[in-house]
């Protein structure tokens, strides 16, 4: 499989699930949006803020530029409205970079430091699978919490997104 198509799949794929989760997350108040529900990131703010956090720590590691948060359950965007914002111009900025980058980089080594200043070496295209495993895996999380409030939480898996008509 080339790696590089398989990515930007996974993108749009990844793209296209956030929309579908902010759509209803958009149907809360605001003091629901916030509320601690006993999550890992207490609230949807909290998780949904996590998912952005983590996408802009691995984006600045493999561009070498870019938002650096300070922690992993940073509030980046206190208003749901701003943070919709931010999260469509960051699942953008990860289509540019797989587009942008180079097919033989999939093959190669990222070296970076993790937040505590450790450094470390992993696969790149390894780095862009938890990429990608690790929204899904939040992306649950929040999809649970919506459910909690009552609403109906969308039919984000990955096949629905293969079989819907492009």
């Known amino acids: 499989m080339d790696p590089k198509p398989h990515f930007e799949t996974l993108a749009r794929y ?9 759509e209803v997350a958009s149907q809360l108040s605001d003091a629901q949006f916030r509320e601690d529900r006993g999550a890992f990131f207490r609230s949807v703010r909290g998780t949904l803020n ?3 956090v983590a996408d802009r720590v691995w984006l600045e590691r493999i561009e070498g530029a870019g938002p650096k948060p300070s922690s992993l359950d940073e509030i980046l965007f206190d208003d749901f409205a701003d943070l919709r ?3 469509e ?3 953008e900025r990860i289509l540019r970079v797989l587009a942008a980058t180079a097919d ?3 093959e ?3 070296s970076y430091r993790s937040m505590a200043g450790t450094p470390h070496e992993l696969p790149f295209a390894q780095v862009l699978t938890h990429v990608f495993n690790h929204q899904t895996h939040h ?3 929040a999809h649970g919490l919506l459910s909690q409030f009552g609403l109906e939480a969308p039919s984000i898996d990955f096949v629905y997104f293969l079989l819907e008509p492009k």
């Open 14 to 22: 990844n793209s296209w699930a956030n929309r579908r989760l902010y």
């Open 50 to 52: 996590h998912i952005l």
């Open 85 to 87: 914002a931010a999260r």
């Open 108 to 110: 190669s080594v990222l």
């Open 104 to 106: 033989e980089r999939f």
């Open 89 to 91: 111009a960051e699942d």
């Open 139 to 141: 992306r649950g999380q």
